[in-house]
């Protein structure tokens, strides 16, 4: 399966953005997703993981609360709803899946990544 994130952008601090993560591929119903963010600097970091079904969702503490992952399997994409944005929450966001879900995911837990989308939050 191939992965595309979209949606990055400027934003100032408690602002909002979504991004979304399109798969190509007829079986992205059968994948779980997650969403990673890599800001300067810094390691990439879990942030939020949907189930094949969309009925099971997992958080980092840091967004909880705060940002919302979705799916439309019909539409082949997933969405992370980002509200009350912080200028610690920039970093480069990426999309990435796997046939298992895992609640509290690293890295390696993903077979299919996609490439970075920027979100960019000022004070």
């Known amino acids: 399966v191939q992965l595309q994130a979209s949606g990055g952008g400027l934003v100032q601090a408690g602002g909002s953005l979504r991004l979304s993560c399109a798969a190509s591929?007829?079986?992205?119903?059968?994948?779980?997703v997650g969403w990673f963010r890599q800001a300067p600097g810094k390691e990439r970091e879990f942030v939020a993981a949907?189930?094949?079904?969309?009925?099971?969702?997992y958080y980092a503490d840091s967004v909880k609360g705060r940002f919302t992952i979705s799916r439309d399997n019909a539409k082949n994409t997933v969405y992370l709803q980002m509200n009350s944005l912080k200028p610690e929450d920039t970093a480069v966001y990426y999309c990435a899946a796997s046939t298992t879900y895992y609640s509290n995911p690293t890295e390696t837990d993903y077979d299919y990544w996609g490439q970075g989308t920027l979100v960019t939050v000022s004070s």
């Open positions: 949907i189930s094949v079904s969309g009925g099971v969702t």
């Open positions: 591929g007829r079986t992205f119903s059968s994948y779980a």
